[in-house]
């Protein structure tokens, strides 16, 4: 496993949602029920804007359609993940896709809700999870909420190919103390479709002040 580059990450994952079905897919789940969970423990007004960042071909936008919320973005490195989204949700209107490498995105406004299971992992390089995390501070409303899932400290070592960076909560919340807080965090065991048990981190952190 070598660092890639922004253009080879980009083809890297496009290849694999265009060449594995999503039960070929380790981090497909029948249901989004822990993401689901803590975004409505936090998103009370459907209108509230809500971004899933990495969010793939995850059916957790359907969902969340579903259930009211009008305002819902998808952002991902991968356009064959956005194309299977779109394709299966049609031209529902609340619904904005966005195809960028999250590291290169410039946050065009804020959000309520900022979603991401089993991205942030992937970034491995101090300086990049330092950039996230600012934009993360910028992109969250005050008073907003990160909803996050990452492989745990007993959790895989690697996915698709990719070393991946394996947090507590405790490191999470240090990782970014500097304008959120804590409100929520949990264990949990995610089964891949081929029937291996995952451990994942969760963490629901709450926008607050922030130092300039
Ligand atoms: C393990 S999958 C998880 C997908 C989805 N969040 C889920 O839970 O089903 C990782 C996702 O992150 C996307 N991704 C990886 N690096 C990214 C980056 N730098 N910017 C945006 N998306 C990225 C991949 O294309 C892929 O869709």
């Not at 999503?22 to 789940?29: F, N, P, V």
């Not at 071909?57 to 194309?83: M, W």
């Not at 029937?195 to 969760?202: I, L, M, N, R």
Request: proline fraction near 5%; glycine fraction near 8%.
């Amino acid at each position: 496993m070598v660092p890639m580059s922004d253009h080879t990450t980009r083809a890297h994952w496009d290849h694999i949602f265009a060449t594995r079905s999503e039960h070929e897919r380790s981090w497909t789940q029948d249901a989004p029920t822990p993401s689901l969970e803590r975004i409505a423990r936090c998103a009370h007004d459907l209108a509230a804007p809500i971004i899933d960042i990495g969010g793939g071909a995850s059916r957790l936008v359907d969902h969340l359609v579903q259930a009211g919320h009008t305002d819902v973005t998808v952002l991902d490195i991968a356009p064959a993940a956005l194309r299977e989204g779109a394709a299966r949700l049609g031209d529902h209107a609340g619904v904005q896709w966005v195809s960028t490498d999250l590291l290169e995105w410039q946050p065009p406004r804020k959000y309520g809700v900022w979603h991401d299971r089993a991205v942030f992992h992937f970034l491995t390089d101090e300086a990049d999870q330092a950039r996230y995390a600012a934009l993360a501070r910028e992109a969250v409303a005050l008073g907003g909420h990160l909803v996050m899932a990452t492989f745990a400290p007993d959790g895989p070592t690697a996915c698709s190919g990719l070393a991946v960076q394996r947090w507590s909560a405790d490191q999470l919340a240090h990782q970014f103390a500097n304008g959120f807080e804590v409100v929520e965090h949990a264990s949990l065991v995610h089964r891949t479709p081929g029937g291996a048990d995952q451990s994942f981190t969760w963490v629901t952190l709450r926008r607050s002040s922030a130092r300039p």
